[in-house]
């Protein structure tokens, strides 16, 4: 416990960030993530490093296109509508085959919205956020302490896949301060032979871009990107289960909604009803292989997110529909509270 | 096994964050688990502020509270907001320089402590908000001078370190208080 300090989730990003090697960073403000910013802004040019606020987030998403093609760790941040505006430039980076990380503390949508907490950019995160066919790495904290950790994760995750990698948070992670330890063992940032950091009259222009104007090619790209997406399906998929040994009835929740859940499980728990929790941790890959054995054993599902029922979707597939899955949610920046999702549970251990 | 919940209400400005940090950084010090969660948004600027604290022994499920131990109220739109919020038998303390009215709820502990008239008859107008949490640790007998002072030096910046002081010095007015 010696080393643990007591953070919010923002500045437990940054320093992880920091920690993790990732000396440039380029951001906008925007609640409920500015601390971020802020916390970059005190710190990077003490170390030698970069922040720098960008005249918007498409900007500072295309600086961190460009540090990433010179062979940095690099990452940026926002909320909700600054995402959607960097979606091109994240379209980009996925095409490009580069590692970056970028935080989106998710608040209420859609457009403008509000700035409470909020997890409706579910979508956005794994089914794409910009054009064409790509995946992102999703992570999914449900602590402070995951906050950096995570934060770690990514970096390590990114470099190793040559793809980006989001962590996806959301107000009240970002906004609330737990302990964290800050210790890492960090992988060190592989070579990157790709990297455009200069030929030294030694080898041949390295070319980092997304263009590619030959149909046959632009294919091959894409199957060849899809193979690594499978390598991380199969490898990375990362989960919790609490209390689901012999559990009948199931519910399933990411970041602050899994944390409202467990409370809830540990109500019902007291009442008698066998319920348990999985809480996946990256959200890109889904992990399926949970929910599949989970499948066979219980009588029902209950989804309970922040939105208006995003998350539902993949459940539902993971399980190919063997059991009924439904919805508990808030939307708006509203939190279902622990009786909310207790009554959920109620309602099918008595099999309504 | 035991789990607190306090949760720390008033205007932007009367250190309700902070009391709350302070409270949170002593379960640290305690090697606790410890939540700590602030409002944020427009109701922080120029409007109410408050912060959710929860102390445990066992890992903490959700940082946001329902039902709360400790109410501690520095305005009346604070007491009008989450008087109903706590449990029978918890205990509510305010303001009594800033809210007139008396608590209305029967089932629960009140503490009437004139915090702002107090803070600046002691010449340190700034410090209500620790008066009040001296007080706090006092009725629920945590009030412990060495593990205070460990825990000012964590939540005090080595920059601020003239404010030690004066800031223990408030807890003990809030303490002692209507002894």
């Known amino acids: 416990m010696a080393n643990k300090v007591l953070m919010k989730g923002n500045e437990a990003i940054a320093e992880a960030a920091i920690k993790a090697g990732c000396m440039h960073y380029f951001g906008y403000p925007i609640t409920p993530q500015t601390e971020i910013a802020a916390y970059m802004a005190k710190r990077m040019p003490k170390i030698g490093g970069t922040f720098l606020q960008a005249e918007s987030e498409i900007a500072a998403i295309n600086m961190v296109y460009g540090v990433s093609a010179a062979g940095y760790r690099v990452m940026t941040s926002s909320s909700s509508p600054g995402i959607s505006l960097k979606s091109e430039g994240i379209s980009y980076l996925a095409g490009a085959d580069l590692p970056a990380v970028i935080i989106n503390v998710q608040r209420g949508g859609p457009g403008l919205g509000g700035i409470q907490p909020s997890q409706s950019d579910y979508f956005q995160a794994t089914k794409g956020g910009g054009h064409g066919d790509f995946h992102l790495i999703v992570l999914a904290p449900g602590s402070v302490q995951e906050m950096a950790s995570l934060t770690v994760k990514g970096f390590e995750l990114a470099d190793k896949y040559r793809m980006p990698a989001m962590i996806l948070a959301d107000g009240t992670m970002g906004q609330m301060m737990e302990p964290v330890e800050l210790d890492f063992d960090v992988a060190p940032a592989p070579e990157k032979p790709w990297a455009t950091n200069g030929t030294k009259m030694q080898r041949k222009h390295n070319i980092v871009n997304s263009l590619s104007l030959i149909p046959e090619e632009l294919e091959k790209f894409n199957f060849k990107r899809f193979e690594r997406y499978k390598l991380v399906e199969e490898n990375e998929a990362m989960y919790e289960e609490y209390k689901t040994e012999d559990a009948d009835i199931l519910v399933t929740a990411y970041g602050i909604a899994s944390r409202v859940t467990k409370n809830a499980v540990d109500e019902a728990r007291k009442k008698g009803i066998k319920v348990g929790l999985i809480r996946p941790i990256t959200v890109w890959p889904f992990p399926k292989k949970p929910f599949e054995k989970m499948a066979e054993k219980v009588k029902h599902i209950v989804c309970v997110e922040l939105s208006m029922g995003q998350m539902i979707e993949d459940v539902k597939l993971a399980v190919s529909c063997k059991v009924p899955v439904t919805l508990c949610n808030r939307a708006g920046g509203m939190i279902p509270s622990t009786e909310q999702i207790l009554a959920e549970i109620e309602k099918y251990a008595k099999g309504e | ?179």
């Open chain 2, 1 to 179: 096994m035991k789990t607190t919940k306090y949760l720390f209400s008033g205007f932007g400005g009367q250190g309700i964050l902070f009391s709350g940090k302070f409270l949170a950084y002593k379960g640290l010090t305690e090697d606790k688990n410890v939540s700590w969660l602030p409002s944020y948004g427009p109701e922080m600027r120029g409007g109410t502020a408050s912060c959710s604290v929860i102390i445990s022994d066992e890992s903490i499920g959700s940082p946001i509270i329902d039902k709360t131990d400790v109410l501690v109220a520095m305005n009346l739109p604070s007491l009008d907001k989450f008087e109903g919020t706590v449990k029978a038998g918890g205990t509510i303390i305010l303001d009594s320089t800033l809210i007139e009215r008396k608590v209305e709820r029967t089932d629960v502990n009140v503490i009437y402590l004139p915090a702002t008239r107090l803070a600046s008859e002691n010449n340190c107008p700034t410090l209500a908000n620790m008066i009040i949490v001296g007080k706090l640790l006092k009725v629920t007998g945590e009030y412990d001078d060495a593990t205070i002072d460990a825990t000012l030096k964590k939540v005090i910046s080595a920059k601020h370190a003239d404010m030690l002081d004066v800031n223990k010095k408030a807890m003990e007015i809030g303490a002692n208080y209507g002894d």
